[in-house]
C-alpha cells in the first residue's frame, strides 16, 4: 500500500523557516518522482518543486514556482525514504496546505500535475505576523 505523510507545517512569522517531511511507506523513493505542491484559499493547486528519481547516488531537483526559486530546497533520505522541503524567507503569500506528491514519470524535468498517481494528505503552514 502507497502512502505519503506530510509533516511539519504550523505557524511561522514573515521572515520565517520551516521544513517540511514527506514520509513514504510501500514503496521506496529511490524509484519515484516526489513533488511537492501546495494550494491557497481560494486558488489552484499548484507545484511547487520535485526531485528526480535515484540514479545511483545522483538525484535531479527541480521548481516550477518562480517565487519561491532560491528560498525552497527539496531533498530526500533514500536511508529513511523521506522526502522534505526546506522553506526559508516564508512571505505572507507562502501561506497553504502543502502536499507531496509521487509520480512514475521523469522525462528530465518536473512531471505535470496529472502524472502524480500518489499524494499525502496536506499540511497546513499559516505565515502570519
Known amino acids: 500500500q502507497v502512502q505519503l505523510v506530510e509533516s511539519g507545517g504550523g505557524l511561522v512569522q514573515p521572515g520565517g523557516s520551516l521544513r517540511l517531511s514527506c514520509a513514504a511507506s510501500g514503496f521506496s523513493l529511490d524509484n519515484y518522482v516526489i513533488g511537492w505542491f501546495r494550494q491557497a484559499p481560494g486558488k489552484e493547486r499548484e507545484g511547487v518543486s520535485c526531485i528526480s528519481k535515484s540514479y545511483g547516488t545522483t538525484v535531479y531537483a527541480g521548481t516550477y514556482l518562480d517565487s519561491v526559486k532560491g528560498r525552497f530546497t527539496i531533498s530526500k533520505d533514500s536511508a529513511k525514504n523521506t522526502a522534505y522541503l526546506q522553506m526559508n524567507s516564508l512571505k505572507l503569500e507562502d501561506t497553504a496546505v502543502y502536499y507531496c506528491?509521487?509520480?512514475?514519470?521523469?522525462?528530465?524535468?518536473?512531471?505535470?500535475?496529472?502524472?502524480?498517481?500518489?499524494w499525502g494528505q496536506g499540511t497546513q503552514v499559516t505565515v502570519s505576523s
Open positions: 506528491a509521487a509520480s512514475r514519470s521523469w522525462r528530465g524535468r518536473c512531471p505535470d500535475k496529472a502524472d502524480y498517481a500518489y
